[in-house]
């Protein structure tokens, strides 16, 4: 097979099992752009070094060129027998430029130090791709907490009526994660942006190219310390798919919230038209499904990191061919938030809020029984016992039916000589809400201003 890259010490080809097992093609041709940009460079650096002479180089950059522009339009592609991309793509070079000139690009690589280079240039530009979506999910919510600056909603703790909130700050609290996720491929991209060319098999060169001229051309930082890791660590991959699990994992929860909102019970929210979807059977139906295939991506994201560390474990340094199996579960992760991400962010940027309904359900579950206790503490009452009286009048609320807002002169009295009618200030949603102005609560100053500060972070990161 002229396209082999290996085969003078082995008296018969691959069998078909070996090479249908083997092969990676199917997957690995979308690093070709990569593959050849690490070409470019490796030539670069065998050209500084004496290995290729002016003329040389210049056909040789030319012809990678070329199939640049055949893998880009299609018109190169891999052949049944080519066993990966590294094999596909020297043979199309060998095409192009001639066996003399074409077999000189392997001078001085592997396909271990090549590979592991190729997964950090594609994480990294996918990387890129993924924190714009995640920028527009974080849009969405903040021009809806934007929108909706006043209106309130039951704040929930074990799902329950806990303290009424505001829409903006329950809406924020889902995009701060997000936040941290940009600022995660923030941090990750630095670690990531290590050149493992030069490195060899394993060993490292011996024929003094430039590993910095390589990581220079390639964009990337320096090239990586020790050969041994360099060729055989999968840490930046798997940090990468955690990020993306991660996401997976909030996006979930957003997905929930929106799933419950929607329901006939909560009846919190409508989703757009365009944003959800029918039933083949019951003609009423409008369903949460871009909320729905969001959670149970999640699923699958965490799959994908459970599984690529799972082949990562007891792994004896140095390559070992099951570092292979890196890319198809991480390939899978971008793919599946390149999707999900943009379905998101339009889902929210087109959710409508019903805030009468949030309104009228906030109060209720005796929701301001703790702004009752915190109002008895500013006027002298210890915590243990405003705590007390407290509870006591939920009691005297669920007895008669009526919710604290609902309570009488009589029946505050008849609790507490210490309940005076003025604590009717922090039994209203409002005044509840405008009262929590400490650092990172609900008051709708507080939140504004958090706002603010949302916005800066997810535009620095
Ligand atoms: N296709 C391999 C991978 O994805 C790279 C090739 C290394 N093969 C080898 N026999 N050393 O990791």
């Known amino acids: 097979n002229e396209g082999a890259l290996w085969g003078a010490r082995f008296a018969s080809g691959p069998s078909p099992e070996l090479a249908a097992l083997s092969r990676s093609t199917h997957f690995d041709w979308q690093l070709a752009p990569y593959d050849i940009a690490g070409s470019h460079a490796h030539a ?35 052949a049944p027998t080519d066993e990966d991309v590294h094999g596909a793509l020297e043979a ?57 600056p006043d209106a309130i909603m039951p ?78 660590s999968r840490d930046v991959v798997a940090e990468f798919a955690f990020i993306a699990a991660m996401i997976g994992v909030d996006l979930s929860r957003l997905a929930e919230d929106v799933i419950l909102w929607n329901t006939r019970e909560f009846g919190f929210v409508t989703l757009d038209d365009g944003y959800s979807t029918g039933s083949s059977i019951m003609p009423q139906k409008k369903n949460p499904d871009i909320a729905e295939l969001a959670r149970g991506k999640s699923g699958r994201l965490i799959g994908n990191l459970a599984g690529l560390l799972a082949t990562l474990k007891g792994l004896p340094i140095a390559y070992n061919r099951d570092l292979q199996e890196d890319k198809e579960p991480v390939f899978d992760s971008i793919v599946t938030l390149e999707v999900t991400l943009p379905a998101v962010a339009g889902m929210m940027a087109t959710l409508h809020f019903h805030t009468d309904r949030m309104a009228e359900l906030a109060p209720q579950g005796f929701s301001l029984a703790t702004d009752v206790a915190e109002w008895l503490v500013k006027r002298g ?58 650092v990172g609560g609900t008051a709708p100053v507080r939140v504004a201003e958090q706002r603010v500060e949302l916005v800066a972070r997810a535009t620095e990161a």
């Open 44 to 78: 670069t650096a065998l050209a500084a070094a004496g290995y290729l002479d002016e003329d040389e180089a210049r056909r040789m950059h030319a012809g990678l060129d070329a199939l640049g522009t055949a893998v880009a339009d299609g018109s190169l592609q891999p």
């Open 92 to 148: 199309a070079l060998i095409r192009e430029i001639g066996p003399d000139l074409g077999g000189k690009l392997r001078a001085g690589r592997s396909r271990n130090d090549q590979i592991a280079t190729l997964v950090r240039l594609y994480l990294l530009d996918h990387s890129r791709t993924i924190a714009r979506e995640i920028l527009r999910v974080i849009d969405a919510l903040v021009s809806q907490a934007e929108s909706h």
């Open 155 to 232: 704040g929930r703790t074990h799902l329950q009526h806990a303290q009424p909130i505001l829409l903006a700050h329950h809406l924020q609290a889902h995009a701060w994660p997000l936040v941290r996720e940009l600022e995660r491929l923030r941090d990750w991209s630095a670690r990531a942006s290590v050149s493992p060319y030069g490195g060899g098999a394993l060993a490292g060169a011996t024929l003094g190219l430039d590993p910095q001229l390589v990581a220079n051309e390639l964009g990337l930082s320096r090239p990586a310390e020790n050969s041994l890791d360099g060729t055989s």
């Open 381 to 438: 009452v210890p915590f243990r016992d405003a705590h007390e009286i407290s509870g006591a009048l939920v009691k005297v609320c669920e007895q008669n039916g009526i919710e604290l807002d609902a309570v009488t002169d009589s029946m505050l009295a008849a609790v507490s000589p210490l309940l005076s009618p003025e604590v009717r200030e922090v039994l209203t949603i409002e005044g509840s809400v405008a009262s929590r102005t400490g």
